[in-house]
């Protein structure tokens, strides 16, 4: 089993900055991809970052600019999304989610558990 473990949210005003991270454990033999996704009140969960093994990263048009997510690690598996200019549309409850073969060579696709972020003045 593979577990991921979020952890940086909070509130913070308007402008301010945050950084979260991701820190994958258990039977990883190759990590693929991580990312966040991220889920406001009455909407559906979206795509906020994500970025591969091999350096491609993807930004959703919302945060472009403004967030910045680090590469994969192997070695340390821990993923950072730093978040700045933040603004009350960035209101969420953010997940780390993790692509990943285990040493049995298992596709995995675990999420973790989500940390709110709340931008307020």
């Known amino acids: 089993q593979v577990q991921l473990v979020e952890s940086g949210g909070g509130l913070v005003q308007p402008g301010g900055s945050l950084t979260l991270s991701c820190t994958a454990s258990g039977d990883i033999w190759r990590l693929i991809a991580m990312g966040w996704y991220r889920q406001a009140p009455g909407k559906e969960r979206e795509l906020v970052a994500t970025v591969n093994a091999g350096g491609g990263i993807n930004y959703a048009d919302t945060v472009k600019g403004r967030f910045t997510i680090s590469r994969v690690n192997p070695e340390t598996t821990t993923n950072y999304l730093q978040m700045n200019s933040l603004k009350p549309e960035d209101t969420a409850v953010y997940y780390c989610?993790?692509?990943?073969?285990?040493?049995?060579?298992?596709?995995?696709?675990?999420w973790g558990q989500g940390t709110q972020v709340t931008v307020s003045s």
């Open positions: 989610n993790a692509r990943l073969y285990s040493s049995s060579r298992a596709l995995l696709d675990p």
